[in-house]
């Protein structure tokens, strides 16, 4: 409706406000987008939620990489994950989202009385964490993050590296590399408010880790905060992990992350040679899958695939979710599969 009525505007934005959950797509409230209350939900109906896949397949029917969809916001809890932003690349060039919980909506007043704000889909997303800020950063936790989706592919294919050299360690000792990754996870930030009466729960729903906090210790350097002996992986994993926050500097435009989540304003500097950097070692504001022995059976919607459209395994089509089933382990999915079995 809206290209066609207003044909003259060269730069579109869209905006999805409801409840989120990320990728999750279980047959339960707020574990995907935009339910519709108004016709009620069934547990074998996908007719009237949306699915990251279910956008991600319209958007692509109007816009290219040649003829973007400027701008993409998801005003709604969960949505800020590196899988949300590798499945909208070849869409979308600019996305604001929240990898945490939202606390409220939008600080639209903010967003739209700022000047630049509808000169780019880069001005928008950065004014929309902005205004977030302003509007509740005594209010947290909560976090929201904006970022360039022309980085997205990239980060797919270092994560994809990360995980290959991550499986080679796991083939060589499986049991230590196993404990290993569940104290990688304990020294990384969970992107939901912690309770320890409820954490099974949360981990069967939201899965998510902070992406920054995981390549900082899979790269050696964040091993030791909670009285651990500290774990120490292997040279060649260690690089893997810094080439992918190389990328995670360059896609991040901006992050703001409340309380337990960093406490942090993360601002890039853009120097003399358009180089952008950032001035502190805080968390990026991306999330990632990362399931566990326990839940990994019921994360079926982690996947590539079409899960269909019943049963209680979601809806899939999770592009950054996928395999290679070349006999190695070299993809994100890939090396959970092996860890969970």
């Known amino acids: 409706w809206a290209t066609e009525n207003y044909p003259d505007y060269q730069k579109h934005s869209l905006i999805l406000w409801n409840h989120g959950g990320g990728v999750y797509s279980d ?22 939620v949306l699915y990251v896949g279910e956008i991600s397949e319209l958007l692509e029917k109007y816009y290219t990489k040649k003829k973007s969809l400027e701008f993409l916001g998801f005003d709604a809890c969960f949505m800020g994950m590196f899988e949300v932003a590798y499945q909208f690349r070849n869409s979308v060039k600019y996305m604001t989202f929240s990898p945490a919980t939202e606390f409220g909506g939008w600080n639209y007043e903010y967003i739209f009385s700022q000047p630049d704000s509808c000169l780019s889909g880069k001005n928008f997303a950065i004014n929309a964490v902005d205004g977030y800020k302003v509007a509740y950063n005594s209010a947290y936790p909560n976090t929201m993050t904006a970022v360039d989706l022309q980085f997205a592919s990239e980060l797919k294919e270092k994560i994809d590296i990360l995980s290959e050299r991550l ?15 569940e104290r990688v996870k304990n020294n990384s930030i969970l992107m939901h408010q912690k309770d320890d009466n409820n954490l099974n729960s949360l981990l069967l729903c939201y899965p998510y880790y902070e992406l920054g906090s995981l390549l900082r210790c899979f790269s ?33 435009l901006k992050t703001w992350l409340g309380g337990e989540y960093g406490n942090a304003y993360r601002d890039s500097e853009k120097l003399a040679d358009n180089t952008i950097v950032f001035t502190e070692n805080i968390p990026y504001g991306i999330s990632i899958f990362f399931s566990n022995k326990n839940n990994f059976y019921h994360h079926r919607f982690y996947t590539s695939e079409k899960t269909g459209s019943s049963g209680v395994f979601g809806y899939g089509c999770i592009e950054a979710a996928n395999k290679t089933d070349n006999g190695k382990i070299d993809t994100w999915y890939e090396l959970q599969c092996a860890l969970y079995e």
């Not at 409230?29 to 009237?48: A, H, K, M, V």
């Not at 499986?167 to 990754?181: A, N, Q, V």
């Not at 964040?222 to 995670?248: C, E, P, R």
């Open 220 to 252: 050696n350097e964040n091993l030791t905060l909670k009285n651990d002996n500290g774990v120490k992986f292997l040279t060649s994993t260690a690089s893997a992990a810094f080439q992918t926050q190389d990328v995670l500097e360059k896609m991040i």
């Open 27 to 48: 047959y339960k409230p707020n574990y995907f987008i935009c339910t519709d209350d108004e016709s009620g939900r069934t547990s074998d109906s996908l007719d009237n």
């Open 167 to 181: 499986g080679e360690e796991f083939s060589s000792d499986k049991t230590s590399m196993r404990e290993k990754m």
